[in-house]
């Protein structure tokens, strides 16, 4: 298995930062539509619907398969031999952070179901704030792996 693993490393990777780039980008958009929803369509009527329906494409088409990926390929890389050492801080950073923007992930989904709803508990100005949360965690994610401080 570890020898598989090994000859696998350079496409495991590949296949980990495509992932990543979907996920990333699913997690940027998705509270910039929850802006326009909360500022521009309301809860009812055909632009509500509209918005619904891409929040929820987005969501589940997109969003939840690329999380899936980049957890299956990350893992398949810390179980790579020689990859993650073990003594350095970055492996901890990295999984800090990677399991904050699960939980941001999972925050979003319920703010998509509760648009679904027909409800919503936050403000357009509140969102664009959350919009930030992906970005630093991205940030210190991306200097975790590459500097490997
Ligand atoms: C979800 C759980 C994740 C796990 C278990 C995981 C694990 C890993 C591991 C073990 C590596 C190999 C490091 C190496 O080859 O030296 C790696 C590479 C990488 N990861 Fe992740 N990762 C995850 C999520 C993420 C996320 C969310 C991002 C970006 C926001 C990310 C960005 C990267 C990048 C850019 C690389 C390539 C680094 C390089 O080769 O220099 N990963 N990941």
Not at 29 to 34: C, D, I, V
Not at 106 to 115: K, N
Request: with cysteine; net charge positive.
């Amino acid at each position: 298995m570890s020898d598989l693993l090994a000859l696998a490393y350079p496409w495991t990777k590949s296949l980990h930062i495509i992932s990543v780039i979907s996920w990333m980008a699913a997690l940027f958009y998705l509270p910039r539509l929850f802006v326009h929803h909360t500022e521009k369509a309301g809860l009812s009527g055909s632009t509500h619907d509209i918005f619904t329906q891409m929040e929820f494409k987005l969501a589940t088409v997109i969003m939840r398969p690329a999380m899936i990926a980049t957890w299956v390929f990350g893992l398949a890389l810390v179980f790579t031999p020689g990859i993650v050492d073990w003594s350095a801080i970055w492996p901890y950073t990295k999984a800090a952070c990677v399991i904050a923007m699960t939980g941001f992930h999972e925050w979003l989904m319920a703010r998509m179901r509760e648009f679904g709803e027909g409800q919503n508990q936050f403000t357009g100005r509140q969102y664009r704030l959350m919009n930030e949360v992906p970005t630093v965690l991205m940030i210190v994610i991306v200097l975790s792996v590459v500097v490997k401080f």
